[in-house]
């Protein structure tokens, strides 16, 4: 059976709306990052909604 890009679309966002609506509680309390990186990085952090904070990203060569 194949489904049409506009149905896949129309049923991505109703999912969309439903998690903007009512997050499911997994999402909320994700609590660990594990994160992997060379040694000539540091300072490298993920805040609290998961966004790289590249600011603070600091490179010694």
Known sequence: MRVSAKKIN??????EEI???DAPYVWLYHAEN???YK???SNVAI???NHWML???KIDR
Do not use: P
Request: net charge negative; glycine share 0%.
């Open 10 to 15: 129309h049923t991505l966002f109703q999912a």
């Open 19 to 21: 998690v903007l609506e």
């Open 34 to 36: 594990v994160l992997l």
């Open 39 to 41: 040694k000539i990085l």
């Open 47 to 49: 805040n609290f909604h």
């Open 55 to 57: 600011s603070e990203i």
